[in-house]
Nanobody, 120 residues
Framework: QVQLVESGGGLVQAGGSLRLACATSRSIFSIYTMAWYRQAPGKQRELVTTITRSGGTNYADSVKGRFTISRDNAKNTVYLQMNNLKPEDTGVYYC??????????????WGQGTQVTVSS
């Protein structure tokens, strides 16, 4: 069973920063592109950003220039540095592998996610 363990969320004021982390098994991490998703209250889950095994990245327009995804292959961990946070960034953030950099469908069951709340 694949485990995806997200951490690092919290409450922050608009304009602030948070760094999220997602740890998973080496067998998954070494194969796939990793993605961060988020789900705002009352909305569908959306893809935020992806990073390939070699470090290629893609971002949703809403977070470009503010969020940075990175990965530590030695630790089987993917990170999401979030700067200049806005209230509309509020939601539960999840990670999941995807089949390719342009794929949007997650490959495994969701972890518990980590809550990000941005106050205005």
């Amino acid at each position: 069973q694949v485990q995806l363990v997200e951490s690092g969320g919290g409450l922050v004021q608009a304009g602030g920063s948070l760094r999220l982390a997602c740890a998973t098994s080496r067998s998954i991490f070494s194969i796939y592109t990793m993605a961060w998703y988020r789900q705002a209250p009352g909305k569908q889950r959306e893809l935020v950003t992806t990073i390939t095994r070699s470090g290629g990245t893609n971002y949703a327009d809403s977070v470009k220039g503010r969020f940075t995804i990175s990965r530590d292959n030695a630790k089987n961990t993917v990170y999401l540095q979030m700067n200049n946070l806005k209230p509309e960034d509020t939601g539960v953030y999840y990670c999941n592998p995807v089949r390719s950099p342009t794929a949007t469908i997650p490959l495994y069951s969701w972890g518990q996610g980590t809550q990000v709340t941005v106050s205005s």
